[in-house]
């Protein structure tokens, strides 16, 4: 029985790590973009947030409620992911919060802090 020779040996342990890659690398890729989005969701929350509370006065006309809204509404329906739809339903108590008034009392601005708080420590 013979060996073979070094280039057969390197051609084959190349075959290997080219099948490897194609089998696994797709699935590292796709946890990298669940990542990144949930990433992007939790700090879409955090900035959104952080503005719409910078403002004295909430309306329903405001930009970035409205973009918020439609944010959250739409990644809700379209999630397959549970920490990221554990984050969008945080980001939903903050919408529903806000949606109470135009002026927030304390009780609601330490309500909302909480939320913010919990979205900082959440592990993506």
Not at 51 to 72: C, E, H, I, P, S
Request: charged residues 25%; glycine residues 4%.
């Amino acid at each position: 029985m013979e060996l073979g020779s070094l280039a057969e040996w390197v051609t084959g342990l190349a075959e290997i790590i080219a099948v490897v890659t194609a089998l696994f690398l797709p699935q590292f890729q796709k946890r990298g973009q669940i990542k990144f989005k949930r990433k992007r969701t939790k700090n879409i929350i955090l900035r959104s947030t952080k503005t719409l509370l910078g403002t004295n006065k909430l309306t329903d006309d405001d930009t970035t409620f409205k973009t918020f809204k439609a944010y959250v509404a739409i990644n809700q329906l379209l999630t397959t992911d549970a920490k990221q739809e554990t984050l969008l339903e945080m980001g939903a108590s903050i919408i529903q919060i806000l949606n109470n008034g135009t002026q927030l009392n304390t009780d609601q601005i330490r309500q909302i802090d909480q939320l913010v708080k919990d979205v900082e420590n959440f592990h993506i």
